[in-house]
């Protein structure tokens, strides 16, 4: 299952070089859908199962509002995307059942409801 959005340097051939806009905003069902799939993949036993993970992974990242291409090192974004990211794991690496309230925030953050800092 393809889970990204393929960026304009990938569909236009715009130089990499430039920065363009990714942002591909996602329900919060689409969310929690796609962290239950994660949660139910075990990258230790396939290398098919860690690509989804990681596909899911920039997939949640491109559902960030103001996400770019190349992604920020730094500012809001950059910091929106570090936490969703650890976020994420956490929540597979806890594995199933899926919590929730962690996915929630995970949303929460994507969609600017929650600021980075005020998350744990």
Known sequence: MKFTVPCLHER????STEVVADYHPLKLEEVLAMIQIACHCDPLKSKEAAAQISEIQVRLNQGIMGMTCPGPNEGEIAARCAKVDDLFMRV??????????????????MTFQKKPEDVP
Do not use: F, H, R, T
Request: hydrophobic share 50%; proline share 5%; aromatic share 10%.
């Open 12 to 15: 236009w051939l715009v130089s």
């Open 92 to 109: 597979i690496d806890k594995g199933c059942p899926l919590d929730m309230s962690q996915a929630l925030l995970i949303y929460e953050l």
